[in-house]
């Protein structure tokens, strides 16, 4: 039905000109009145302006063909040539429910195509780590890919679950955007995004593979950049991320930390949004502190295997009901409890375990002497050779966390299935004397350049020598700290600058190496440090060029 109004003085009238198909509505000025005209009786042909309402030939004295694509468009034409506003497109024919939900569900497919194009490909994210973390190239190579996949994995699983959905009656479209809000699309590579239909292409079965989940497992010493990996990557992504200690977990009904409320504080740190949630990073620290311990009592293990059971289902994926709401009060935080529970599923969530692992060393250095034992036994004509052969007491040495297996992490206590669902092991070395002098100056957001920008806060300039920075990172080595170490050393370096400088004339700071080997002698004496100074020097005096030295 075409609906034309056509004014007349003041009083609009309404014709109804049937054409075969439905085409756009018109309407003139005055809207509120032309709807009460469409009960417009089809038997009154009486016009004041010489128009008859069954005529579909002529409207408004141009003729229209009786195609309803050429009508529609001459319609369009004649509309904006007519500048007198006496017909004015206004809407086109509404969708039924169905066809509304198919083109929202439609829009949302290509949100999610789309935006696979933003994700930082496994290049771009080793490039990205190496601005803010020195050395385990390896690491950081293995953590870039595991992570794209991961994402991939998700904008995946979200395409097949709205390809999947069918429309009921009562659907508002909410459906839709629960199932795949505008920020979900993860940062990526357009190729992915037809690899479904691709497989299914090839394949004889109707559906393409379903992506398996890559959560991993951190290896390495502490100071070695574990946690600022995890972080790093979270600020990649865009997406939150919560660090939860293991060691402060324990079974539900036992004294500490739930299992679950890891994911509540990752739905507390996406703002309480469903879906920012259910794409997070969950960081368990420390969960080497998990292991069971062969030599325990025979008391029940509430911190340590149980937890590891606990977690099984966490990490693979299950619904955990979440609190919408937090409210404070002046004493402590607490749930509304009027407020109805949220579920976030953790099927798309990025678990990463990570823990120093001490002592893992030697079991795997234990059964790589095995293997060379038993080597050797087959190969006994051969013995001589391998005694000589390069590299043999080398692959035996304990430091070789970079050769560990599953199996490995089962025998120092961790449980096969927990192990089984971190497919992705990643190892961490320790960072050398080059690498921590690195790490002083060379990432971005360096410690060194955190100080300067304290002290030219205060008008002061601060300058560290390179021998001084030598003498630094050799220090740190010596305590077994790492990078986490250098904190450490530096705050106590300048706790007199810190405290002497702000309101003072001082000038310049110099760090020097006599003055790292002086502090270097009360620290390591157990002298106190109270009255250890670095060299000071007013704007102008005699040695302040040694500063840009």
Known sequence: MIHICYRSGMRPVAHILPIRNRIPVLLVNRFNSILQSSTYDAGNKSSTNGLDPINTKSVMGENVEDSPSSSIKQLYEMNKSRRDENVHIISKPSETAEQKFESMKQARIEKIERNIENLATPKQMKSYLDQYIIGQDECKKIMSVAIYNHYLRVNDNLIRRLKKSSFKRGNTGAAISQTCDSKTGIPGSEERAKLALEFSKGSSSKEAPKLDKTNLILIGPSGSGKTLMAKTIARILNVPIVIQDCTSLTQAGYIGEDIADCVQKLFNRSGRNVEECERGIVVLDEVDKLAHKVDASSSKDISGEGVQQSLLKLIEGSQVPVHGNIKKNTAFAHTDPDEDEKVIDTSNVLFIAMGAFVGLDRIIAKRLTLEQSDSENQNDGDSNVHDHAPGTKESMKPSSLNRV??????????????????????????????????????????????????????????????????????????NG???????????????????DCPGSNIAFVLINKEVIESFSRSWLSGKSLETFKAKYFLSGEKGVHELHS
Request: glycine share 8%; aromatic share 6%; hydrophobic share 45%.
């Open 405 to 478: 297996i599953p199996g490995d992490i089962i025998k120092f206590g961790m449980i096969p299935e927990f192990i089984g669902r971190l497919p992705i092991i990643a190892t961490l070395k320790n960072l050398t004397a080059e690498d921590l002098e690195r790490v002083l100056v060379t990432p971005k957001n360096s410690i060194i350049q955190q100080y300067r920008y304290t002290f030219s806060k205060l008008g002061i300039e601060l300058a560290v020598t390179g021998p001084a920075l030598q003498s630094v990172a050799q220090l740190s080595l010596k």
């Open 481 to 499: 700290t790492g990078a986490r170490g250098l904190h450490s050393i530096l705050s106590k370096l300048l706790l007199s600058a810190n405290y």
